[in-house]
């Protein structure tokens, strides 16, 4: 199976964080998980809130676990509240349905893991793991 490497994950936190800066956004955390939801790097810049990792892994792990980019588990969300309560349940917590878990392809399509971003709006931290996908030279898969 294939998944995302050390070197490719730290790769995409660089660059996720410094179009970050690039922004002026308020501090960030990134979280890049393998495609079995196991987090492979993750960084938490200076005066990121508390429960920043908590939202940032939330975010990649609900996208692995649907399939998905978190943009479109939100709008699903919206049209199912209940679906989305039970999986909050059977997942134990660890999914966040809103913009910023973005799923992490190769060249061919096959999933390598997902990246989870938290700490400005939702819309921003889904750029930010939108431009360190790419300049990971992966492709970001952001809806369905």
């Known amino acids: 199976m294939p998944t995302i490497s050390l070197e490719q994950a730290n790769t995409i936190i660089r660059a996720a964080l410094a179009e970050g800066r690039a922004r002026n956004l308020q501090p ?36 692995l676990g649907m399939g998905f980019g978190s943009r479109e588990f939100v709008e699903r ?14 997942s134990q917590g660890r999914l966040v349905p809103v913009p910023g878990g ?15 971003i938290s700490g400005d709006t939702s819309e921003q931290d889904e ?9 990971a030279g992966l492709t970001p898969q952001v809806g369905a």
């Open 127 to 135: 750029a930010c793991a939108i431009k360190g996908i790419e300049a």
């Open 28 to 63: 960030l955390t990134v979280a890049v998980l393998d495609p079995g939801g196991h987090l492979v790097a993750l960084q938490r810049e200076d005066n990121s809130g508390i429960l920043r990792v908590e939202i940032a892994t939330g975010k990649a792990y609900g996208a």
């Open 77 to 90: 969300s919206q049209k199912t509240p209940a679906f989305v309560g039970a999986l909050t349940v059977l």
């Open 102 to 116: 973005v799923l992490i392809r190769d060249a061919s399509g096959a999933l390598l893991g997902a990246v989870g």
